[in-house]
Antibody, heavy 117, light 110 residues
Framework: QVQLQESGPGLVKPSETLSLTCTVSGGSISSFYWSWIRQSPGKGLEWIGYIYYSGSTNYNPSLKSRVAVSVDTSKNQFSLNLSSVSAADTAVYYC???????????WGQGTMVTVSS | QSVLTQPPSVSAAPGQKVTISCSGS????????VSWYQQLPGTSPKLLIYENDKRPSGIPDRFSGSQSGTSATLGITGLQTGDEADYYCGTWDTSLSAGVFGGGTQLTVL
């Protein structure tokens, strides 16, 4: 079955760029929407944005100026870049598959990213 | 402040039934499908309900979903201690052009 795995640095310095990659295994990335969602410690879920395999994107307005999501269909991966990070961006970052109705049916295990000098 | 409003916590005894509400507006729940997620401690969220009332394969029929107007409800019957978790509702917000979630509800099975 389809599985997702996030990878990337667990520690990022303030003002730098957070970069994560999600690898899709057991299926093709060439369909569905692929999202990034985060959860700050002890808090709820926040949708960051999605990318369609064709490359079209949509981002949370509150993060839009700092977010970029890209896809590499040859590697079955999609990636998140979040620039100018601060402590408020410290969170567990999840990648997830969106079935097209904003229902996230498959999730990665999540990766904790801490923003600190 | 979340776009969708859920009660912070609910509780019930084993074997009983509980409902969790999710309140929104015409720009989200009123015109888009609602999904529900269960997040057990230390784990990723798991899809319980999609398209308001459909269950993915493998989700027991103890879990049900409904939607009416600008609100949605998750129902859980035959409560088990293993159901203790945080539950989130989610949908698309047409005005924001963004995915949105409720703040989450912590379920305690007493």
């Amino acid at each position: 079955q389809v599985q997702l795995q996030e990878s990337g640095p667990g520690l990022v310095k303030p003002s730098e760029t957070l970069s994560l990659t999600c690898t899709v295994s057991g299926g093709s990335i060439s369909s569905f929407y692929w999202s990034w969602i985060r959860q700050s410690p002890g808090k709820g879920l926040e949708w960051i944005g999605y990318i369609y395999y064709s490359g079209s994107t949509n981002y949370n307005p509150s993060l839009k100026s700092r977010v970029a999501v890209s896809v590499d269909t040859s590697k079955n991966q999609f990636s998140l870049n979040l620039s100018s990070v601060s402590a408020a961006d410290t969170a567990v970052y999840y990648c997830a598959r969106d079935d097209g109705t904003s229902a996230f049916d498959i999730w990665g295990q999540g990766t904790m990213v801490t923003v600190s000098s | 402040q979340s776009v969708l409003t859920q009660p912070p916590s609910v509780s019930a005894a084993p074997g009983q039934k509980v409902t969790i509400s999710c309140s929104g507006s015409s720009s989200n729940i009123g015109n888009n499908y609602v999904s529900w997620y269960q997040q057990l401690p230390g784990t990723s969220p798991k899809l319980l309900i999609y398209e308001n009332d459909k269950r993915p394969s493998g989700i027991p029929d103890r879990f049900s979903g409904s939607q009416s107007g600008t609100s949605a409800t998750l129902g859980i019957t035959g409560l088990q201690t293993g159901d203790e978790a945080d539950y989130y509702c989610g949908t698309w917000d047409t005005s924001l052009s963004a995915g949105v979630f409720g703040g989450g509800t912590q379920l305690t099975v007493l």
